[in-house]
């Protein structure tokens, strides 16, 4: 049992860095291409360990083919453009504290559209989660958003929250037929291959592996361990210990990537952005006070 609390902070780490990768690797590497390059690895690493585990791809009927397609689309492709051209412009913890947002938007994404139930609990978790993150990305203003003083790496970023929700939505269709595992390779493949088309149409010369060892460096981390390691290691602790008491590890996610950022790219962010943050970690955990299918999803 230690072994995988062990293993569930280890994943916490690895996904708060990879917004520090990500900012890394940007800084040389176009972002189209760096996500090309991230779900080459991670679909490559997914498919192997689908051929280890099962012998090989379980096929696919066609309304599971166009599910993960959804899938791949919206949590792969869409997610990952938004994400690695939006962390240009702003700081790796900043991003994360955004994002941190996500189970609160899939809260009310399942209230709204799938009819799950608002317990007064998740309705003041959601309230106080918006509020933290309007304060993130206005720098201390919550109206700042309303009033179109936002910039354009906070507003990609939100738009990753709204990806990723979308994206978890989706999974609750999809992982009625298909196992974990098998929904995020499939669902990896196609992303890829959306980006790959869209790298090859935009900026193919962009493509070429030139990269310096230290963009390579993040893009193997990305790929390998924030993709692949991380969903192994949480897909093994939520068998062991329970979705609920997992999911609860995800909340470590934006500290660690605040921690990170400062430590290896010497990010500070302001009072006020902190105090958002904690808002919205304050509003993510009301969220989850009650048990319900969302605390089976996974932030990455």
């Known amino acids: 049992m230690t072994a995988t609390y062990l293993k569930l902070l280890v994943t916490m780490a690895v996904w708060g860095g990879t917004w520090v990768a990500a900012r890394v690797v940007v800084q040389e590497v176009a972002p189209l291409a760096a996500a090309t390059w991230r779900y080459f690895l991670s679909a490559l690493s997914l498919v192997a360990l689908l051929y280890w585990v099962h012998g090989g791809l379980p096929k696919l009927t066609r309304g599971e083919a166009w599910q993960v397609l959804a899938l791949g689309a ?60 309007l304060t993130v990305i206005g720098n201390g203003s919550p109206l700042a958003l309303l009033t179109g003083e936002v910039g354009r790496g906070d507003a990609l970023i939100l738009a990753c929250a709204v990806f990723w929700s979308t994206y978890t939505l989706l999974s609750r269709r999809a992982m009625r037929t298909l196992s974990p595992m098998v929904s995020t390779a499939y669902a990896s493949i196609a992303g890829w291959l959306m980006l790959l088309v869209t790298t090859l149409v935009v900026s193919p010369d962009a493509l070429a592996p030139t990269y310096s060892l230290t963009s390579w460096a993040a893009i193997l981390f990305l790929g390998l361990l924030g993709t692949t390691l991380g969903f192994i290691w949480f897909n093994q602790a939520i068998k062991r210990i329970g979705a609920a008491r997992a999911s609860i590890f995800i909340n470590l996610v934006p500290l660690a990537a605040v921690l990170q950022g400062a430590w290896l790219l010497d990010e500070r962010l302001g009072l006020p952005v902190l105090i958002g943050g904690l808002l919205v970690l304050a509003g993510v955990t009301l969220t989850q006070l009650q048990p319900n299918f969302l605390s089976r999803q996974v932030s990455s």
């Open 74 to 133: 919206s949590g792969i492709f869409l997610y990952n453009v938004c994400f690695l051209i939006g962390i240009q412009y702003i700081p790796a913890g900043h991003g994360a504290l955004v994002v941190a947002l996500n189970p609160v938007m899939v809260t009310l994404g399942a209230w709204w559209l799938l009819g799950e139930s608002m317990t007064p609990a998740k309705a003041l978790g959601s309230a106080i989660g918006l509020v933290g993150c």
